[in-house]
């Protein structure tokens, strides 16, 4: 690279001086994947729920940018990734997939087992694949904040991170017992120029009316989400932003099995047999499936799709399939998905990321069609399957990966494996932030 | 990769089966660099301190490895790289090198920033670059178990993950103040299966004498060093290991610069014309350094070299070039080498990885002939360079890291920097496990 390829223009918003002439690996995906052109019958509508009428994109507007309320509702297959967002994914895109060959020798299992390995993005995990073009098309059209709640924070994390490679503001409501209790994420946030706050707080109506209520609440991402809503509908140059269950989430996410799908035939195998997700909003899992699903039902491949979830949160195994609440307050549209309904309340696992009552529609329809096969696993026996991991591939995952890992392990060491089948992991992030929950499991 | 390639040996220690068959790029050294076959003059060799003698191989075999001494006395220039230390590093390896495009819009310089990133090892700096080999050394002469000390943790973590990988035991004795107030390394070393024990401990004879007459010691890392010496010396299957210093571990970490080369060659620079790195036992600023200080003594290019340190333990700028001990207690050869003395206490500054009374002895020699020129920098302005990175680069950097980058910013909007100056920052680690540092920075 040298003095020419730089690129001078510097405006924003919009335009070319959000391409910073970066060069940008051939094996970082152009286009993203949606999985809605391929599928046998089209997942069932969001629902406005004062009319239950398919919700109009007009509806949207005030929270999100039109161009992601475009690819929510799109049936395109692939949908270009503009040069700024692939200039940032090349930051750790194409994230690596790997053999885990001491991990097979361990196990002793006749399967061949790679691992795709999301945690060597800046913040961890796979999540800033979605909060990076997020950032980008709501900042192409004048936004120049945006909102959003978290939990444990990998989400509210790299929303920060996006928000400061394009010069924008982002705020964070951040579930109280969570902000007291682990600080690192917030001070992620903030070393990104992100402001964070504990919810419910005294900055907002539904804030205040929760704590009036509720003097000695710990917060919860019900409470925090509404927050951030309130916000972003208060100000026309604030927009919200999610980092699971829509459909446009589940498309950015989809550079996962795009990249799977090149590496495989890289690495000399014909497809997967069978690939492993942790799934709780979904994100992760339909990032890693779609794009191999979809290849399935064109080109009729057979790889087997398991997406795992915890026994504590058992969505799709236990829950029922219907219209339902995103959120816990009652304020988004109806979702047709595996719910355990909003009054579910989760157990404190470590893997905070799948503790949601629900999961994407995209994902549940999937499921629902028998395309994806959901198991659940107990919290122990992840753990367990983690630490084997860590001592022998190098990586401690985090709590929510370690659900995969457990799946695919058992699977590997059943007797119903195949001679020289190929078993994919996602590993969805580091539990490099995690660490205290492994804490007594060695 | 198909099942053909596996190799299918495993038997240990030695031979064929510590290679797994794991493709290895191409682009991870095959040699580590020896600055010693270059050098104008020879450094100072290690004395024995009961007779102020060169010591000879033969007394550090007790401790250490016969091919590890024979590193720390060799003047060949290249050192081939085993297989199956290859097939580990290629976890991580090649180390990304960037152009810092945003960093260098926001400061508006007319130089071009370059950084390489240390902090995609699966522990998260530089130090697994010397533990992997340190280990297999080790293995393949029999030894199943190796001891160490560790402040912060970074040390001890890197040593676990690589003992856990080559199937051996390890023990770690860390700092106690760290021990009880940073448990996340403690953690990590626990999933990779070692042992780390709070110093000083009742395990060891130095540990008791010191408990007795320290009964309210937090520890030190004079202390841990002690206590992880005398059990590796009364068990002829036990080794000693160490992170910094010594000049195997400073010919280990030349896989740094090696890489830096090559990629500055592929990106079209003709040379670097300086490279800032930070220094506090010396192993990162080797690493980075010592591959383009030899290409400027042997084929005459001229990259400029500045080692950072912290002005809270200015070794380098403020100390003497003398022979002084290598740990507080005295126990180990005198080395040739700046030093604040033994009896020196360095304030409780972040950046722990900085914080030795010391300097390896090849890195003084250096500095001393004038080859490598050392600066201070002070706390604040580190952290506020570290900051300034997060945002634009998108990476927390180490607080040891935020130094370099500090000298190279101050550096890059000074007067004197040349139109179109090539600046490489070695980035030796993430700072994610030091978040709480950066509290009150932002």
């Known amino acids: 690279m040298n003095q020419t390829t730089r690129q001078e223009a510097g405006a924003r918003p919009g335009g070319p001086g959000l391409e910073l002439g970066i060069e940008v690996p051939s094996r970082v995906p152009t286009h993203w994947y949606n999985l809605n052109a391929d599928l046998p019958e089209p997942a069932p509508p969001p629902l406005d729920p004062a009319t239950d009428e398919p919700i ?42 790997r053999r885990a060959v001491r991990l097979e020798r361990t196990l002793g299992t006749r399967a061949r087992i790679y691992y795709k390995y999301e945690g060597v993005s800046p913040c961890g995990s796979h999540k800033p694949n979605s909060s990076v073009p997020q950032a980008y098309f709501n900042l192409v059209e004048g936004i120049r904040r945006l909102t959003t709640e978290t939990g444990a924070g990998q989400w509210g994390a790299s929303l920060a991170f996006a928000c400061a490679l394009f010069g924008m503001s982002c705020e964070v409501w951040q579930v109280r017992s969570s902000y007291e209790q682990k600080p690192y994420r917030r001070l992620q946030m903030g070393v990104y120029g992100s402001q964070c706050h504990a919810s419910p707080s005294e ?15 710990t917060g919860s991402l019900g409470m925090a989400i509404s927050e951030a809503v309130e916000v ?12 699971s269950v829509l459909n446009h989430v589940m498309i950015h ?20 047999d069978v690939v492993f997700a942790c799934a709780g909003g979904g994100s992760n899992a339909a990032g890693i499936i779609f794009p191999l699903l979809g290849r399935n039902l064109r080109e009729g491949s057979t790889t087997r799709f398991v997406a795992v979830e915890p026994a504590a949160c058992p969505s799709m195994t236990r829950g029922e399939y219907r219209y339902d609440f995103g959120d816990v307050a009652g304020m988004t549209p109806k979702l047709k998905m595996y719910t355990l309904g909003t009054d579910f309340v989760p157990p404190a696992i470590h893997a905070g990321g799948l503790r949601y009552h629900g999961m994407s529609p995209m994902v549940s329809h999937a499921v629902h069609l028998g395309l994806i096969e959901p198991i659940a696993v107990e919290q122990d026996r992840s753990f367990e399957a983690g630490v084997l991991f860590a001592r022998t591939e190098g990586i401690v995952p985090a709590p929510e990966s370690t659900h995969a890992i457990a799946g695919a392990l058992d699977h590997a060491t059943s007797a119903g494996v195949g001679d020289g089948e190929v078993i994919v992991i996602g590993v969805s992030g580091n539990g490099v932030l995690d660490l205290a929950a492994y804490d007594g499991r060695f």
Do not use: C, N
């Open 203 to 217: 900055l907002t109506e539904s804030g205040r009316r929760m704590r009036e209520r509720f003097p000695d609440t």
């Open 232 to 243: 972003a509908a208060k100000d026309p140059g604030t927009h919200y932003a999610l980092g």
């Open 253 to 272: 996410q989809s550079v996962i099995g795009l990249e799977l799908l090149d590496q495989l035939a890289e690495a000399g195998e014909e497809q997967a």
């Open 56 to 97: 109009r994109p007009a509806d949207l507007e005030p929270l999100f940018a039109k161009a992601l309320i475009a690819q929510e509702l799109s049936t395109e297959r692939r949908l270009e990734i503009p040069r700024p967002v692939r200039e940032v994914y090349s930051l750790w895109r194409p994230s690596p997939l």
